[in-house]
């Protein structure tokens, strides 16, 4: 079973887990050590989870169910841009735009910033050309 292999790729704790199924942490132990199995419901709702088929996740193929823009966005990311993309769909409607406005106003003082250095920098070799 591959729980604990996608659990661990999600950067989610046992404890993170357990809470979205609504069961408790050491039955996600049991699970991930193979000292129990999940019932078919269960199973059905990791996969959701995960985006796997069940099959994956019982270890039956090793296939996922990864769209072709998955499988762009997989290429491109780095992994560090994955995990923040993954962190960013877990987020409500309110805490995304929060995220958004924070984000706009990064690339604004950004842009602010390049803006300041290019006119000191032409500021500069302006003195240059007059001495």
Known sequence: MKIKELRIKNNM???????????????????????REPNVATLIEIAKLFNVSVDYLVGNNYETKETGQEKIINEVLTEEQQILLDKIKTLDNIQFQQVETFVDKVIALDEEQDKM???????????????
């Not at 996600?28 to 193979?34: A, C, D, I, L």
């Not at 500021?123 to 007059?130: L, T, W």
């Open 117 to 131: 250095v290019k006119i000191l920098i032409s500021e500069k070799y302006k003195n240059i050309d007059n001495n």
């Open 13 to 35: 704790s046992q404890v993170d887990l357990s809470r979205k199924l609504k069961y408790s942490r050491t039955l996600v132990s049991k699970w991930e050590k193979g000292e």
